[in-house]
């Protein structure tokens, strides 16, 4: 399946970044780019994750999967992330074993979120 | 549209639960049926949000709509999540302005995902 691999761009980690330098959301981006996106695997940048206090962050999601959020993250993370989004994708049902995702995957989760079932509209 | 509200049932906030007691979780679950589920929202008990070390967490998600994750929440919370549950399921694009949205909504974000995109399956 092919699966979304959001980015958040924005995040400054807590620091103040000069004008026109790029931001460590920007770097984690690049980083990952530079480390191969896998096959089966979207790159989607986006402006805030909300999950600001927690440093750059990411996130990975699919129709019918849970989806996850994933912090404390920066450039150097990228080839871990890209396994781990690897994984992801590669899993029929988008749950890897515990055991084989990379460790920031295990450790610096925010959240995760049910997959979202298609609920019938109320007749009214 | 309807819209669900996953609360996380197992949560312990940090807390030693004696056995037979419900936890924070259920506790919070619990409020919020009592300060009654609002017409358009679908309340889903989940086990585990993988956000254990902010306390009580719900999500609140929809098919084509962000998702949200919030957290550090107790069952006197339970009405306000209601509200902002309200809010969401009424909002046209789940999109709630952000001065109406409660309090705990804007101060105690976790996460939230962009919409879940229907991508077209690779063509091998």
Redesign the interface.
């Known amino acids: ?2 699966v ?1 691999l ?1 980015v958040c761009i924005t995040c400054r980690a807590g620091e103040t970044i000069p004008e026109g330098q790029p931001t460590p959301g920007a770097r984690l981006r690049d980083a990952i780019v530079e480390a191969g996106v896998p ?2 695997v ?1 790159l ?1 940048p ?1 402006e ?4 600001c206090s927690q440093g750059c ?1 990411v ?1 990975l ?3 019918g999967r849970w ?3 994933y ?1 404390r993250l920066s450039a150097v993370n990228a080839p871990d992330v890209v396994a781990g989004a690897a994984a992801y994708a590669a899993a029929p049902d988008g749950i890897v074993p515990w055991r084989t995702r990379p460790e920031i995957f295990r450790k610096q ?6 997959p ?7 007749a009214e």
């Open positions: 399946m092919t979304t959001h096959s089966g979207h989607v986006v805030c994750l909300s999950a962050s996130a999601s699919a129709p989806s996850y959020v912090g989760s925010l959240a995760r979120i049910p979202i079932p298609a609920l019938p509209e109320a």
